[in-house]
């Protein structure tokens, strides 16, 4: 999934994105991507509103706190959003990534793991916001464990041996 | 933009300040050496003022080589870098961001109190104001390399003391020069100056591209 993401050079092949090499013109091509790896890009000392804030500063097209505050609230996350990120739990944190998803959009979606921590609301949820992302013709990369709930045309890759081998 | 860039350097420094050991240990780790050396060498005034220059320049110096190796790590850890990575500001200028901040919480403090150690190794009043003023333009050449040093590792989990073998030679030239401006005359102390901030503008100039540029490859590890 680094690959992908352009952090990392293959050793070997190419990533293509619209027929030219991502490493030709990395810069252009990280804009249009949001990345959900398997740390969760938060900074634990500050609060979630604050990490909105900084994670918008590093993107070009800002939302306004109007739209944080609705994105916080759409993720159940309007009443943590002046606590401190490490004092929240696993699974609060994580549902703070998927608001990342919504706050900075972006075409093309990596995500590694989404699922993992999340209770079956919070599964519930990242189906909801990845369904709406599907149905505004965006592009979605998924490394998943789970059986993936979605509503639109997609492609899955088996890696590795099947178990009954 | 500028706006931007403020607001991270000021999130960077809450998030320092927040943990008081993140700022405090270097700087009680600077004081604690230069006391060492009265201890060691014996209180004789003399010698003190002699190696006064030095011994706080090096104690300076350990002090912020250890600090500097921190500064990816944490974002390493936490995902951030990934979002500095993708950001569409330049590399270069955001990990130059972090070095001020850097600079400002680690280094600034080291630079206030050194007078007062100055004063300890019976530095004449002169002496002092040139301690004070190699310092300003000495430290941020320091934290500017280091943070190259930093990125080359921030892939690697047990570093130790690798980023100090990899930097340490390169902070000689500013160590010379830094101790020689404070021992040199009255009369031919503004070309030492002068040779300080040019040590502070090249690195300036050209860290922050190189830092970005190793930390590319200090992720991939």
């Not at chain 2, 955001?94 to 919480?105: A, D, M, N, Q």
């Amino acid at each position: 999934m680094r690959i992908i993401a352009g952090f990392i050079e293959p050793q070997d092949g190419s990533i293509l994105w619209k027929d030219t090499c991502i490493f030709k013109n990395l810069g252009i091509f990280q804009q249009q991507i949001q990345y959900m790896g398997h740390q969760n890009g938060i900074k634990h000392h500050l609060t979630l509103y604050e990490n909105c804030q900084l994670s918008s500063m590093l993107v070009k097209n800002k939302p306004s706190p109007s739209i944080i505050n609705k994105v916080l609230e759409q993720t159940g996350l309007s009443s943590f959003k002046h606590i401190k990120a490490r004092q929240l739990s696993e699974g609060q944190r994580r549902r703070f990534v998927l608001a990342r998803l919504l706050l900075n959009p972006a075409p093309f979606w990596i995500l590694d793991e989404p699922l993992s921590s999340l209770d079956s609301d919070g599964q519930h949820l990242f189906y909801g916001i990845l369904n709406q992302h599907l149905s505004h013709h965006g592009i979605a990369v998924i490394a998943t464990h789970q059986n993936c709930e979605v509503s639109h045309p997609m492609k899955t890759i088996y890696l590795g041996l099947p178990y009954d081998t | 933009m500028i706006h931007d860039l403020l607001y991270i350097i000021y999130y960077e420094m809450r998030e320092t300040l927040d943990q008081a050991f993140t700022w405090l240990t270097p700087l009680l780790f600077f004081i604690i050496v230069v006391c060492l050396f009265p201890l060691a060498c014996g209180p004789d005034p003399v010698l003190l003022t002699k190696m006064a220059p030095g011994i706080i320049w090096v104690a300076a110096l350990l002090s912020i080589i250890i600090s500097i190796g921190n500064l990816f790590r944490t974002d390493s850890e936490e995902g951030f870098l990934d979002l500095i990575l993708l950001s569409h500001y330049p590399l270069s200028l955001l990990v130059f961001c972090k070095t001020i901040s850097h600079w400002l919480t680690h280094c600034l403090p080291l630079v206030l109190i050194s007078p007062l150690l100055g004063f300890l190794l019976h530095l004449s009043f002169q002496k002092e104001c040139a301690l004070v003023v190699t310092l300003l333009l000495g430290t941020p050449v320091l934290s500017l390399m280091g943070s190259i040093g930093a990125a080359l590792t921030v892939g690697i989990r047990r570093h130790g003391l690798l980023l100090p073998i990899l930097i340490m030679p390169f902070y000689i030239p500013v160590l010379i020069v830094g101790s020689a401006t404070i021992l040199a005359e009255a009369e031919s102390v503004s070309g030492y100056y002068a040779m300080m901030g040019a040590f502070m503008l090249l690195s300036m100039a050209f860290a922050p591209f190189l830092t970005g540029a190793a930390l590319r490859i200090g992720v991939t590890q």
